[in-house]
């Protein structure tokens, strides 16, 4: 019985879905139709073409600043961690020379 409920359920939206799509379909070429009779004004088209261009260009310029952005920062960081590796290269060798010398002192004293 369970068998018997499951198919139908499974036929019955089929059919559903089939009747939906030929529904969305119909609406879809009717909408098309309408939309062919439409001609829209020269001038909305040429505003339309105009404020499209414009937010391309505006976009453009935004990818292209935050990639310089994002380049400036990367080489920030890289000259910080070079900095940083710098100064404690420094420190470990003045430390290193101030070890040693002290070293050398207590051996000649000795």
Do not use: C
């Not at 068998?3 to 030929?22: A, F, V």
């Not at 937010?55 to 080489?75: A, C, F, G, T």
């Not at 000259?79 to 002290?102: C, E, P």
């Amino acid at each position: 019985m369970n068998n018997d409920s499951y198919k139908s359920d499974k036929y019955s939206s089929e059919s559903l879905k089939e009747r939906t799509l030929k529904d969305l379909l119909s609406t879809s070429h009717a909408i098309k139709k309408t939309l062919n009779l439409i001609t829209p004004r020269e001038s909305f088209v040429k505003e339309l073409r105009q404020n499209l261009d414009n937010n391309v260009k505006n976009v453009e310029r935004s990818i292209k600043e935050s990639s310089q952005k994002k380049q400036q920062l990367k080489w920030t960081v890289i000259g910080a961690g070079i900095g940083i590796y710098t100064i404690s290269l420094l420190v470990t060798a003045i430390r290193f020379i101030k070890w040693f010398s002290s070293t050398r002192n207590t051996k000649h004293k000795q």
